[in-house]
């Protein structure tokens, strides 16, 4: 990881950065599990997924959501911090031996007026499986210094 300042004036609309692949594993999903108390059979009983339209155990929502933001995090930027998603969406389902890659794709700028030192960045997360197709995708908002803010 490196450290490295970029205010909301350096990002660009439409820039976008991808991520390597992750498999998902079953000690992710029991992992989870033990943390968020979710034991949900639709995560746990292999016999009774069987039964189900999936016919074989997911991954909770909020796992890959966790894993999908976790991947984007290579950079530290001190002028910046998470400030929370919007628009989180579960498309499809995640397996026990998928591989996920995620994009991540600045979709738009603006000031907070809250903090005029600041603006708020929204950056698009998909999150795809490894036949291409979209299983996550979110909003995330970060809240980042400007450069030359206008006196208060």
């Known amino acids: ?21 992750r498999t998902i594993t079953e000690t992710d999903i029991v992992l989870h599990a033990g943390q968020t108390g979710d034991f949900f059979p639709h995560h746990m009983d292999a016999e009774w997924v069987q039964t189900q339209d999936f016919q074989r155990r997911i991954a909770h929502g909020t796992l890959v959501l966790s894993i999908a933001i976790g991947m984007t995090a290579d950079d530290i930027n001190p002028v910046s911090v998470s400030f929370g998603y919007d628009k989180v969406r579960f498309i499809k389902p995640v397996f026990i031996g998928d591989t996920l890659k995620i994009r991540a794709t600045i979709s738009e700028k603006r000031d907070y007026p809250k903090r005029p030192t600041h603006g708020q960045l929204i950056e698009t997360v998909e999150a795809f499986n490894q036949h291409g197709a979209v299983v996550l995708a979110c909003q995330h ?8 803010a206008a006196p208060t």
């Open 141 to 148: 908002l970060y809240l980042v210094e400007k450069r030359f």
């Open 1 to 21: 990881m490196k450290v490295v300042n970029i205010y909301v004036e350096d990002y660009e609309i439409g820039s976008a950065r991808e991520t390597m692949g």
